[in-house]
């Protein structure tokens, strides 16, 4: 397949420093994306900072600085933290880049064209938080006589003059589009949601704001700025240069997947493809709400002093291992858990003693007892062809099919049960006894566990990539034999083996992770 294949994170907001959340999307996003690589799409990844909004203008204004220094700053965060992560983004979009304001005011235009967009006075409920407007109606008690969003965040009594766009006249085509197209919201419970919110009204949406300068300028009406929904929903398009059609945007667009959280389902499934649908424009093919990710059962906050910087656990953990861990442990779309004991305990359960002890001691073995050569000399037995086959199955089938549904932590259980098989294998097949007894023997059984071993690599590359490529390394694998195509290559092994390759003394993968003293389970 080389047909394109477009995906994106949320555009994150920095007026904090990236968390855990941001890591785990990022890397599920990512994941999404090198999979379809080994697939053989061309593939771009966008990620980026929505630094508009009035949150960050009063963040900047309370720190004594111009905001465009704070969200210089803040976005450096967040591209270090991607980096950090082997996160491979093709694009970093910025929505205060001049060429994000020049697509943001091409889209306002194209909707103002088609007459969705008027000048009236806006006077509702705002929350600085959410950046979000809300009805009376969803508006919950807090305490005394204050009102909280429905995310239980302060708003505020707003009156401006504001542009508003025409929404109500969008919802028969937005209830059209989820009864034709039902993946595009995922997962079910998500389209349930936005299905009763549509079902019961939409009123036009209030897409400028007067009170602050901080903000794409409203092309042709001074003073205005947009609202940061719809400026921050364009960096999907500006970060492949629409308005051009000749460029990225002309190939790439529509997106495949979203990838956001499921607090800001809303704004992507509802006021974007009704802006795009206002616009002439097509709709991306789906939108992933995730769920979250909870410290020991907790949401964190700020207060209960339970957020982690997503930094400092792929310095204790390494990044293979943090990677690993919130793929396989968490059921991507529903919430999920972790805390830093069950990471070490599933990185050494799966990683060290299971997948990275099976590597080690199958090339030790070969290095050791067969002088590192790899031959197709040998007689092959039933059992070294069933796991095999079982072993190809897994990889160019279950895993991959499972990856597609972003089902990941179902394909990584499929992928773990075939590292347990080929210890299964090794544990009956004692190649250790075999030197002894039947030398020919084990030459078959650690050339089948060599193959074995470079399936399960490339399988899991996408979670792990740098330690599958370390591995593979080892292996004399070559860097572009490492996808789905190569998986079906039935005669890798041969033209190895032909190029006269031998196996050096192993390096260990997968380091064990230890808990720093005092540190248990709470």
Not at 84 to 106: E, G, V, W, Y
Not at 477 to 502: E, H, M, P, S
């Amino acid at each position: 397949m080389s047909d394109p294949f477009y995906i994106t994170t949320a555009i994150s907001y920095p007026n904090g420093r990236p968390h855990i959340g941001h890591a785990y999307e990022a890397i599920a996003t990512d994941v999404m994306a090198r999979f379809q690589r080994m697939r053989g799409r061309d593939v771009r990844l966008t990620t980026g900072t929505d630094e508009h909004g009035l949150k960050m203008y009063q963040t900047a204004r309370d720190q004594g600085r111009p905001t465009i220094e704070l969200a210089d700053e803040m976005s450096g965060y967040f591209r270090e933290m991607y980096r950090k992560l082997n996160i491979s983004f093709d694009h970093f979009m910025r929505t205060s880049d001049p060429a994000h304001h020049a697509a943001s005011q091409a889209l306002w235009r194209a909707m103002e064209a088609n007459g969705d967009l008027y000048l009236d006075r806006y006077e509702g409920w705002y929350s600085v938080r959410d950046e979000a407007f809300y009805d009376e109606s969803e508006l919950v008690q807090g305490e005394g006589e204050s009102k909280l969003s429905p995310q239980g965040t302060p708003v505020e009594w707003t009156v401006e003059e504001s542009w508003f766009f025409r929404l109500s006249a969008y919802q028969d085509k937005l209830l059209a589009l989820y009864n034709e197209n039902p993946d595009f919201i995922r997962p079910e419970s998500r389209r349930n949601e936005v299905l009763r919110f549509v079902e019961g009204g939409l009123k036009d949406l209030s897409v400028s704001r007067t009170s602050f300068d901080w903000g794409v300028p409203v092309p042709g009406s001074p003073g205005h700025v947009m609202y940061v929904w719809v400026d921050a929903l364009t960096t999907y398009m500006s970060a492949l240069g629409y308005p051009d059609p000749d460029g990225e945007w002309g190939k790439f667009w529509p997106a495949n997947i979203h990838m956001i959280g499921k607090d800001i389902v809303r704004f992507h499934t509802v006021y974007w493809p009704a802006f795009l649908m206002s616009a002439n424009l097509p709709l991306p093919k789906q939108v992933f709400g995730h769920g979250f990710l909870l410290n020991r059962g907790e949401k964190m906050s700020k207060s209960l002093g339970n957020v982690v910087d997503p930094m400092e656990l792929a310095e204790r953990f390494g990044v293979d291992a943090l990677r690993y861990y919130l793929l396989r442990e968490v059921s991507f779309g529903q919430d999920g858990s972790y805390s830093a004991e069950a990471i070490v305990r599933t990185a050494n359960a799966d990683l060290a003693n299971s997948f990275g002890n099976l590597a080690q001691r199958s090339l030790s073995m070969i290095f050791k007892n067969l002088d590192g050569i790899v031959s197709v000399d040998y007689a092959v037995a039933k059992d070294d062809t069933d796991l095999l086959t079982d072993l190809q199955v897994m990889a160019e089938e279950r895993l991959p099919r499972e990856f597609e549904q972003l089902a990941f932590s179902v394909g990584i259980e499929d992928w773990i049960r075939a590292v347990f098989a080929c210890n299964q294998y090794v544990d009956t097949q004692a190649p250790w006894a075999l030197r002894k007894t039947d030398p020919e023997r084990m030459r078959a059984v650690l050339m089948t566990l060599f193959q074995a071993v470079r399936t399960l690599a490339i399988a899991i590359r996408p979670v792990v990539p740098d330690a599958a490529d370390k591995l593979l390394d080892q292996m004399g694998i070559a860097a572009d034999a490492r996808d789905f195509a190569a998986l079906a290559d039935k005669d890798w092994f041969v033209k190895l083996a032909a190029g006269g390759f031998t196996v050096g003394q192993p390096v260990p993968i997968f380091p064990r992770l230890e808990l720093p003293e005092g540190e248990g389970e709470g």
